[in-house]
């Protein structure tokens, strides 16, 4: 259903996520073997045995999606390590995906389930985890029903379930639908909505490979990840020859929306900058003049024009203020105004917050308020120093990713959009002509 | 008593020698759990701010980790989304609101307790017994409970966990975490999308006006008789932006006709409520 969302990408672009081309229905097993699905879970099984699996994923380099900088190699041994002899392991699929404006993962898991299966079904073996849980928003209806169909269908062929493949291991895969908070894409959360308990991040160290769900080492792994991990065992991602470092090589989903002529869902390759990913949702519609680029999600940093010429990796975006994310990139013209979404953005993230430490459950909403009261008109004394100091702050005493990336959206302001603030905060005028602070001011007044 | 120079410094050396080599007491924590009983939960202490308010924000950690189960707390949750009903009502803030409402002569809403109406309690039973009795599967069996009546009402919670043995503040402060539990009588309820997109569409605006004009804010309890402001989880594939839904329908509103469209939806749903008033 969402396969439309998905943009074509130039043909230079690699395609290794995402089926290629016009494939048929996503859960039909025997077409997907046919085209290549569990060849790599086959030669992990039969010939490599978890040793030989843990060490060509640490010979990859690749690191995770998530942006921890942590290898996948690292991890996969810090978890097949941990934990007594006997001790029960455990993969989770984290699929929550918890940005409301992005579905990248979710079309993923509708259209290539089997890879994402394949992929978590090797991690299971390697490390030596008996229970693979796939968490998905109950929103995502079609991609619950799509993988619990390629799930049984994988079960019956013996892929997944008892004695996979002819051996004596287990793998039993498990789709855990949740709702509820926005918290739930970070992984402790999301570990602890599994356990059936209040979504609160935890401490880390102990990471989860140590001590993850019901306290047993366990691997969280997002499925584009995941999905990668059979093209590292068949030797796809040898000779991928593009100009991003190595340790990302591989491909990631991104979803372009905002202002550009087709809004959508592309795979795109680490390596490749922004302008190139913005084309192929067909640029700026004629008369529309960039004015910044929301990279991120909610907790995403706004970067000027200039920064088209960015490279699109986890460093250089880090560097300039901003992250992949959730693979949300959002084209603002002329008409709107960063100030205003800055402040919104931030207001969302500080109602979405946990509440368990302090400078995030104050801090943010204090940042909130301080960015409503410039789009108001309204503002007290130095507001940008004081703004800046806190979202310092706010960032330097964080728990988790959240607090740490909530204040991306206004510091980016700070640092890039000294202009439209001046003139909010100074002049007392919006440059885009939305946010009338004196208007605002005076109905204010009255009320 | 004679002068020995450098004696002082001896004296400090020696000190500094000595603790060099004694036992180190610092834990590198959390590296290192430290050594103490299990049943550990250090020292409890509710704070105040500088206006006198208690600090807690009733999350229900410490009750969760209480191994004796001996706390309760009361009283409104710190963002005024519910009315927390757990423990004896003489507990803090609680007490305040009453005490404070009867000296000004006006009426005492018994909020407390209207929520321990008795229910028939028999599907409480059968759902648990569905779903073994199982702690893990708490966010489940909540989900079940509030599919029988609608809401999550307290007697229920209250059974829920005398008979699975489940700590009642693990129900509770389980329950008040996700945004789909709800603890009152679902009434009309306004839900706007807070994506990326939408908040450039102007989403930011329209719900800064809903609020204002329904008397609310996102998230928070609606006063008796009110439209709830809500924010959706997952932008509707294919709406368009801003999405504003009422009861869960998508409804086209502006940034302009927002203020408008919130006065007529509090009109529609006041008229009863204050033909009631009048009437006591």
Not at chain 1, 51 to 74: H, P
Not at chain 1, 312 to 319: G, I, Q
Not at chain 2, 64 to 79: K, L, N, S
Not at chain 2, 222 to 228: E, I, L, R, S
Request: hydrophobic share 40%; charged share 20%.
């Amino acid at each position: 259903m969402n396969r439309d969302a998905i943009l074509t990408a130039p043909a230079r672009f690699p395609r290794l996520l995402l089926p290629a081309g016009e494939a048929g229905p996503a859960t039909d097993l025997s077409a997907a073997v046919e085209a290549g699905a569990f060849a790599a879970l086959r030669k992990a099984v039969e010939e490599l045995q978890p040793q030989g699996v843990l060490a060509a994923v640490a010979e990859s380099g690749m690191l995770g999606r998530g942006g921890s900088g942590l290898t996948l190699g690292d991890k996969w041994r810090a978890c097949a390590r941990a934990g007594a002899a006997g001790d029960a392991h455990y993969v989770v699929v984290n699929g929550y995906q918890s940005d409301p404006a992005v579905q990248t993962d979710r079309v993923l898991l509708e259209t290539n389930p089997f890879a994402v299966l394949e992929g978590a079904a090797i991690a299971a073996f390697a490390v030596g985890a008996a229970e693979v849980l796939v968490a998905v928003r109950v929103e995502a209806a079609d991609a619950i029903r799509t993988l619990e169909t390629a799930i049984e269908a994988a079960e019956k062929a013996g892929y997944l379930g008892e004695g996979i493949l002819g051996s004596t291991v287990d793998i039993r895969v498990s789709v855990s639908p949740l709702q509820g908070s926005y918290m739930l894409g970070e992984e402790t959360v999301l570990l602890k909505a599994l356990e059936g308990k209040r979504g609160q991040p935890e401490q880390q160290p102990p990471y989860t490979t140590e001590r993850g769900l019901f306290g047993k080492p366990t691997l969280v792994h997002g499925p584009q990840t995941l999905a990668a991990v059979p093209v590292i065992l068949n030797g796809g991602m040898d000779g991928f020859e593009w100009t991003g470092p190595r340790d990302f090589a591989g491909t990631v989903l991104v979803q372009l929306s905002g202002a550009v002529l087709r809004p959508g869902i592309a795979e795109v390759p680490f390596g490749v900058t922004l302008s190139e990913i913005v084309d192929i949702a067909g640029g700026l519609p004629p008369s529309h003049r960039l004015k910044a680029l929301l990279v991120g999600g909610p907790s995403g940093g706004i970067l000027p024009p200039e920064a088209m010429s960015l490279v699109y990796d986890h460093e250089n975006l880090e560097r300039a203020g901003a992250h992949i994310g959730s693979g949300s990139i959002v084209v603002v013209d002329q008409h709107s105004c960063v100030v205003d979404l800055a402040a919104v953005l931030t207001r969302f993230c500080a109602d979405e917050a946990c509440g368990k430490t302090i400078p995030c459950r104050i801090g943010l909403r204090r940042l909130a308020e301080i960015g409503s009261r410039i789009c108001e008109g309204q503002p007290r004394g130095d507001e940008v120093t004081r703004l800046s100091d806190l979202a310092h702050d706010v960032a330097a005493s964080a728990l988790c990713a959240h607090e740490r990336r909530a204040t991306l959206a206004l510091a980016s302001l700070v640092r890039y959009f000294r202009d439209e603030l001046d003139a909010h905060i100074l002049r007392n005028s919006c440059p885009a002509g939305i946010c009338h602070p004196k208007a605002d001011a005076r109905a204010g007044a009255t009320s | 008593m004679s002068f020995i120079p450098g004696l002082g410094i001896a004296k400090g050396m020696g000190l500094t020698l000595r603790r060099f080599f004694a036992p180190k007491a610092t834990i590198q924590y959390p590296e290192t759990a430290p050594d103490v009983a299990v049943r550990f939960r250090g020292r409890l202490q509710l704070l105040y701010d500088e206006l006198g308010n208690v600090k807690c924000e009733t999350c229900f950690q410490c009750a969760q980790a209480c191994p004796v189960e001996c706390i309760d707390m009361g009283g409104f949750d710190t963002r005024g989304r519910f009315h927390v009903h757990w423990g004896a009502a003489e507990q803090f803030a609680e007490r305040r609101e009453e005490s404070a409402l009867r000296r000004s002569g006006r009426p005492v809403p018994d909020t407390a307790y209207e929520h321990f109406g008795g229910i028939d309690t028999a599907p409480v039973d059968a759902i648990l017994k569905r779903h073994d009795y199982d702690q893990k599967m708490i966010l489940a069996i909540l989900a079940d409970i509030q599919d029988v009546y609608g809401y999550l009402p307290v007697a229920a919670l209250k059974r829920a966990s005398q008979v699975s043995g489940a700590p009642y503040a693990l129900l509770y402060g389980t329950a008040t975490y996700y945004s789909q539990f709800h603890f009152e009588k679902p009434g009309r309820t306004v839900a706007i999308c807070r994506c990326t997109t939408c908040a450039l569409a102007g989403a930011g605006r329209v719900a800064r006006t809903l609020a204002r004009e329904l008397h609310t804010e996102i998230g928070r309890r609606p006063t008796a008789g009110g439209v709830a402001l809500e924010s959706l989880h997952s932008h509707i594939a294919g709406a368009a932006s801003p999405l504003v839904t009422l009861d869960g329908r998508p409804h086209p509103v502006t940034a302009a006709s927002a203020a408008a469209w919130a006065r007529s939806l509090t009109a529609a749903s006041e008229s009863p409520a204050s033909a009631g008033r009048t009437d006591a």
